[in-house]
Each structure stands twice: as structure tokens, then as C-alpha cells.
């Protein structure tokens, strides 16, 4: 998520609960429980560099900061170990990392992230919107913070038939389609830009996967193995066609095109003027 700000350092005068610990990382006094697994970020961070989900999720969203606005600091909500936040500032982009997790924190200051913050949104002074229950309400307070003509940028997880236990051990409450997310968007004073749908590919994979067998009672726990080897790319011709697939939305993308379908939503919406 993003918002225009002039530089970081403005973003940490307007906090009121963060204190700066030895490694330079912001972190809050207080601190409130999330909804997402204490071990999430050890997991995602094992499989990060050679994913090609967040490999791709990467690109576009780097693509479309650096389209809409690469002048403004990207603050970015729920960041994790920081694999969307080298991307941008690899790219030129100004970043600024929140993240409740101190895993994930540290390891987003490992990578180089200048600003970090360990806290939610909220603990900060100031969660990740599929994992928070009053979604419009938590998108309202986005907007209270964004300068006029301050962007955000979002992705979520799409379609409630492609729900299964995968969700539930993410610490999901809902996936969403792009209409439900324009909805909520306006509905919080937001004006959508864009909206798609990314992942196309992935939707019958993660159907007859993950969905069917979570409803029939077999989907396994999710462990540190099976992320890593859903999230690895294939070798050969397996490999050759998600290579096309991903190009193919990518290139869409670029265009100013929108992909009809996917298990993931990706949004960008500005506050007025």
C-alpha cells in the first residue's frame, strides 16, 4: 500500500507510539496480536528468491509504481521480509516497510530496507486488508492518511470458491473479486484507477488442490515443504508454459489491459484532490 509522502521521515514524526531500537528498525511499545501465523515470514522467506508467484507479483507491482507514481515514498502495509519493498527500491522507488512481525522486520532490514517499521498500522500511532474483519472501516483509516492524489495500492487474494485451509492458516477472513473490491474502495472514499485480476492460470490448480480437498476434509497442514514446493518454479516444458503464462499478463498489464480472471485481485485507487 502506498502513500505519498515527500520522504519516510515525515511518515515517523506523525507516529506516536514507535521507538527506534539498536538495528535502526521502528518498533512499537505496545503491541497488539495479528491475524497471520507467527512462523508466515520464516516460511515465505525461503522461498522468495526463486518463487515465481512473488517473482511476478513483483513486476507488476513494480511496473505500476513506477507508471503512476515514482516520484512519492511507497509505504508498504503488511510487507513481510521485505520482497516487495527491494523490488521497488531496487527499481528507484522510496520505501518504507510496516510489519507487525519481528521476523519479517529483520529480515526487511537484512535486505537493506532503509525504513522499517515493527508494528501494525494502528499499534504505530498512526493491518493486511484480507486479514482484517472491518475491511471498509481499516480502508477508510488508509485514506485518512493519504495525501490528496495519494495512490494505494493493494493485492488480495480472489474468490471465496477457491477458499480452502491454506486461508485459514494464513489468518484470512475472506477473498474477494474485483467488483466486491471496487466496492469497498469507493465505499471508503476511494476513487478505483485500476483493478484486475492476476494469476489466471492458477485458479483451476488451486480449485481442484487446495479447495476441494480442504472441503472433503484431506488438504494437508500447510508446512515449510509445501510452500516451497508450490511456489517453485518447474523445469522444462511445465516450466516454458507458466514462463508464457506470466509474460502474457504481465505484457497485458503494461498495456493498460486487465486480466479477466485470477486467484489474486491487484487494485490501485487515489484519494481526491
Excluded at 508466515?40 to 528468491?49: D, Q, T
Excluded at 516497510?97 to 498512526?126: H, Y
Aim: with cysteine; aromatic share 10%.
Amino acid at each position: 500500500m502506498n502513500r505519498a509522502w515527500e520522504n519516510p521521515r515525515k511518515m515517523i514524526d506523525l507516529a506516536t507510539n514507535l521507538t527506534q531500537d539498536a538495528a535502526g528498525i521502528w518498533v512499537a511499545r505496545n503491541q497488539t496480536n495479528v491475524s497471520y501465523p507467527s512462523e508466515g515470514n520464516e516460511n515465505c522467506a525461503a522461498v522468495e528468491g526463486s518463487s515465481y508467484w512473488f517473482r511476478h507479483r513483483n513486476d507488476v507491482i513494480t511496473h505500476l509504481v513506477s507508471k503512476l507514481s515514482p516520484k512519492a515514498t511507497f509505504f508498504d502495509i503488511g510487507g513481510g521480509n521485505g520482497c516487495v519493498s527491494n523490488a521497488l527500491q531496487s527499481a528507484g522507488i522510496d520505501v518504507a516497510l510496516l510489519d507487525p512481525g519481528s521476523f519479517g522486520a529483520r529480515k526487511a532490514k537484512q535486505r537493506g530496507i532503509k525504513t522499517v517499521i515493527q508494528s501494525t498500522l494502528e499499534d504505530a500511532g498512526f493491518d493486511v486488508l484480507e486479514h482484517i474483519q472491518p475491511d471498509v472501516e481499516f480502508l477508510q483509516t488508509i485514506h485518512q492518511y493519504l495525501q490528496p492524489s495519494g495512490l494505494l495500492y493493494l493485492t488480495v487474494p480472489a474468490y471465496e470458491f477457491l477458499w480452502s485451509k491454506d486461508d485459514v492458516y494464513a489468518g484470512h477472513f475472506r477473498r474477494y473479486t474485483t467488483q466486491s473490491l471496487t466496492a469497498r474502495l469507493k465505499a471508503a472514499g476511494f476513487t478505483v484507477t485500476f483493478c484486475s485480476y492476476l494469476f489466471s492460470f492458477l485458479v483451476p490448480p488451486i480449485f481442484l488442490l487446495r479447495s476441494i480437498p480442504s472441503r472433503l476434509g484431506l488438504r494437508k497442514p500447510v508446512t515449510a515443504a509445501t510452500t516451497e514446493r508450490e511456489h517453485s518454479t518447474r523445469a522444462g516444458l511445465a516450466g516454458t508454459v507458466l514462463q508464457k503464462c506470466l509474460d502474457v499478463e504481465f505484457n497485458r498489464i503494461r498495456n493498460g489491459k486487465r486480466i479477466p480472471f485470477g486467484s489474486s485481485c491487484i487494485a490501485v485507487a487515489m484519494k481526491a484532490a
